[in-house]
């Protein structure tokens, strides 16, 4: 899990947008890229994203 200080911090590096964690995933709420976590650490790339379109 991603502490919260850190979540209030982080926004989507492609719209600016609120993150929302949905194990193992940071989602954006706004664009809804899906950006991967390792050992705890989020990866905030648009380049690592991933859309789920069927969401
Ligand atoms: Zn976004």
Redesign the pocket.
């Known amino acids: 899990m991603i502490p919260q200080e850190l979540m209030d911090i982080l926004v989507?590096?492609?719209?600016?947008?609120d993150l929302r964690q949905e194990d193992p995933e940071l989602v954006?709420?706004?664009?809804?890229?899906r950006y991967p976590v390792r050992d705890g650490i989020p990866i905030m790339l648009v380049e690592q994203a991933t859309k789920r379109d069927d969401a």
């Open positions: 989507c590096p492609a719209c600016k947008g954006c709420t706004r664009c809804s890229l």
